[in-house]
């Protein structure tokens, strides 16, 4: 079963696109994965509205293609998450952060931010009476900067 599955890694997985069965290498070392990796460990900083968008045009890949290389590499674990990094500088001490949390994940999000979540301070989940704009974000933080 092992050699099945490391063979199958080495493939690629499948993906569907336009009724065309289209296999994409997974390894880290492919070159197209290599551009788009390169970017989005090392030449990013702070927080970017459209990162995808930046990364393909840094990186020269069509933004499609870095969506779907980056999902098939999730998908095969040859990465393990996709996420911006809060670096510390030129922040204030804090801030208030409200977050937009699935239903039937909320109490589990709460838990692990008021638990192991070092940037977290204050953490409270709110609702509210009616829909209304904001409404969906029930969890809040207080973001903490680290010194």
């Known amino acids: 079963m092992r050699n099945l599955r490391s063979a199958a890694r080495k493939v690629g997985q499948v993906c569907l696109r336009g009724g065309l069965i289209v296999m994409l290498p997974v390894e880290h070392n492919d070159p197209i994965n290599a551009k788009i990796l390169a970017i989005s460990e090392d030449k990013i900083e702070g927080f970017v509205r459209e990162p995808f968008e930046e990364i393909a045009s840094r990186s020269?890949?069509?933004?499609?293609?870095?969506?779907?290389?980056?999902?098939?590499?999730?998908?095969?674990?040859?990465?393990?998450?996709?996420r911006q990094t809060l670096l510390a500088t030129n922040l204030a001490e804090g801030a208030l952060v409200a977050w937009k949390?699935?239903?039937?994940?909320?109490?589990?999000?709460?838990?692990?931010?008021?638990?192991?979540?070092?940037?977290?301070?204050h953490v409270v989940l709110r609702s509210t009476d009616t829909v209304s704009a904001g409404s969906d974000y029930k969890l809040w933080t207080t973001l903490k900067v680290p010194q």
């Open 60 to 82: 020269g890949v069509g933004v499609d293609v870095v969506m779907a290389r980056i999902a098939a590499m999730l998908r095969a674990r040859t990465i393990r998450r996709v």
């Open 101 to 121: 949390v699935p239903e039937h994940k909320i109490d589990a999000a709460f838990d692990w931010m008021f638990q192991r979540d070092p940037f977290s301070g």
